[in-house]
């Protein structure tokens, strides 16, 4: 898309159809001749495979709907049928279930990509803020896909999220339940809750993918970025996208599909939770309510803090940071490769949000380093809710602190000319 | 835009009545947008079936004591709950403790009805259904994110802002009560 056309219709039928409708030579500009820096790593595949995630997730999806029953008193046999009944309902459903989880795990390798070599900044910023459009898009349809099965997880699920807005009765009273009730359709997730949650449920990934192309044409303005961060300066410093990319994504596309199979076939429940296969009960909730596995964090996040609005808020700022992440890093070299005091930052960050995983796993009061008991016996101490607010605290500095101020006192390496100036010389060497 | 200078510097007072004519256009477009979108969002909001769930009558001789039953109206769970004179005990004793939504236990059930109380079985914090038995105040613990309710449903410990909500109800006569 950027730069001038390279296209030249061959045929008259491409020729009468590129002066009506030139769409052979979008795809040809898009996926074809798109001139690609050339030492992209398997890191930059992630777009791909997260383009395969979503096809997979629509076309499983309307499948799907086409044997489920989006009412409260039918929804959870349904399911059930198309486990039991339909032809390869379980395959199907097994693929959209554990489909969803790799589309998280694709998507954080690939945020955590953009993070690591500086893909947000100067001339990207839009690329990444519809980036982060797609997985705030991403997180409300998996949201609302869990419920559907209307097991005790799927029903708890929506009542603890849809929840969060009633924290706003602290800052006006009766907002708050205004919106949930607005929301639920009613006095609590019930029916109404369910048939609107499907509806949307099935009109999100559309808007996704309308979102995705918008992120497609973001990217092929400035154009890629590259391990390195030095914006591409010639010719040399690029190839074609076919057949350099479509090979190498295709190979990285066939390995994640290997892994998803895994999970698919050889355990489909493994990232599930035994509970939903329990009918929802509105009169009881189970002893120990979790997200699915990619909400964690930032479920850790939220019950780090004993203050229902202050833990509503940490929770939806730490994505709303993503949001304002090109303007909070201040360093002129892009990529970490050359930050040598950054990269530990990041690294760190990394595994903190790991460990906020496993805390959000967690009961808050389960106690990590014992010091002492409670008078009824109990160990007591350093316990994961402690944990929680430490690394809570280091997610927020990595980007109000490290981000715009670690240049002030990081030495960075030599960056190379241009994307061929370091192959150049290691080939010397 | 050339043309437009000359146009406007021709009519003298001409802009005013065609800034009028925009400003109604606009204002008649906006508000006409606003009346569309209405009942967009308004049909999300409860429905005439959903709103007219009238209130329940329960049996309350089917309650031991030390019992709790957990009733549904209006989608939500309502518990019942049978105290013990040691659960009284205890809620009247921690009347005047420190708490973050105060409230005398005189204030949470009918008058001389103090064994009988009645909660909207919905955790303040992000509405899980809390269970009796467990947590540090002998009352309600939620399973979700830890909120401790005492023997009074009033909130102890944990993110719960506020303490279990006490729903309308009235005795009917002395075994029988109705809710809403």
Not at chain 1, 52 to 57: D, E, F, G, K, P
Not at chain 1, 95 to 111: E, I, K, R
Not at chain 1, 260 to 279: I, K, T
Request: glycine share 8%; net charge neutral.
């Amino acid at each position: 898309m950027s730069g001038h056309s390279t296209y030249e219709p061959k045929t008259g039928i491409e020729r009468w159809l590129d002066a009506r409708l030139p769409i052979i030579r979008l795809g040809y500009d898009s996926v074809i001749a798109y001139p690609t820096p050339k030492n992209l790593n398997y890191w930059w595949t992630f777009g791909g495979i997260l383009s395969v995630c979503l096809v997979l997730q629509i076309v499983t999806g309307v499948v799907l709907a086409m044997h489920y029953i989006p009412h409260g008193d039918l929804a959870f046999a349904s399911v059930e049928r198309i486990m039991r009944d339909v032809n390869h309902g379980w395959m199907i459903r097994y693929l959209h279930a554990n489909g969803a989880s790799m589309f998280f795990l694709a998507v954080y390798v690939h945020m955590a990509r953009g993070l690591y070599y500086g893909s947000y900044k100067e001339p990207r910023e839009v690329l990444w803020i519809l980036g982060c459009v797609i997985y705030l898009l991403m997180m409300a349809t998996a949201f609302m896909g869990y419920v559907l099965p209307w097991g005790q997880m799927s029903f708890y699920g929506a009542v603890v999220i849809t929840n969060f807005f009633s924290a706003l009765d602290q800052v006006i009273p009766g907002l708050g339940s205004a919106i949930t009730t607005w929301l639920w359709g009613g006095f609590a997730v019930d029916n109404p809750t369910l048939n609107r949650f499907f509806s949307l449920h099935y009109l999100l990934p559309f808007v996704i993918a309308g979102v995705v192309g918008l992120h497609i044409w973001a990217l092929h303005v400035p154009g890629n970025n590259n391990p390195t961060g030095v914006s591409v300066k010639s010719k040399d410093d690029v190839v074609p996208f076919h057949p350099y990319y479509t090979v190498k994504d295709g190979f990285a596309i066939v390995v994640f599909l290997i892994l998803l199979s895994w999970f698919v076939f050889f355990a489909p429940d493994a990232l599930g939770h035994a509970d939903n296969y329990v009918q929802a009960n509105p009169l009881q909730t189970p002893n120990h309510i979790v997200p699915e596995w990619y909400f964690l964090p930032f479920y850790a996040m939220l019950r780090a803090v004993p203050q229902k609005l202050a833990g509503v808020l940490i929770m939806f700022g730490s994505i709303a940071l993503l949001f304002a992440t090109p303007w909070l890093d201040w360093a002129k070299v892009r990529s970490m490769r050359y930050r040598p005091t950054a990269r530990w930052f990041f690294i760190i960050f990394i595994v903190a949000v790991l460990i906020l995983g496993w805390c959000g796993g967690k009961l808050p009061d389960d106690v990590i380093i014992p010091m002492g008991k409670n008078p009824d016996g109990s160990p007591t101490g350093f316990s994961v809710v402690h944990l929680s607010r430490i690394l809570t605290a280091y997610y927020y500095a990595y980007f109000l602190l490290v981000l715009p101020f670690v240049k002030n006192f990081e030495q960075t390496l030599p960056v190379p000319d241009s994307i061929s100036a370091p192959v150049l010389t290691e080939k010397k060497g | 835009m050339a043309t437009v200078n000359a146009t406007n510097d021709v009519h003298g007072d001409d802009p005013s009545r065609r800034d009028f004519i925009h400003i109604a256009a606009a204002s008649a477009a906006v508000g006409g947008v606003a009346v569309t979108l209405w009942p967009f969002i308004d049909q999300m909001n409860p429905a005439g079936d959903t709103l007219a769930l009238a209130s329940i009558e329960y049996d309350l001789s089917k309650v031991i004591e030390g019992m709790q039953a957990t009733v549904k109206w209006r989608g939500k769970p309502v518990f019942v709950r049978h105290r013990t004179a040691k659960e009284i005990a205890e809620a009247v004793a921690a009347d005047n403790e420190p708490m973050r939504d105060p409230a005398k236990d005189a204030t949470r059930h009918k008058e001389g009805k103090s064994e009988w109380l009645i909660l909207v079985g919905v955790c303040t914090h992000l509405g899980c259904v809390p269970n009796f038995g467990t947590g540090d105040y002998g009352g309600w613990f939620c399973p979700c994110h830890g909120s401790v309710y005492d023997t009074s449903g009033r909130i102890r410990k944990g993110p719960a802002p506020l303490n279990l909500e006490v729903p309308d109800y009235e005795f009917v006569s002395d075994t029988k009560v109705k809710i809403g």
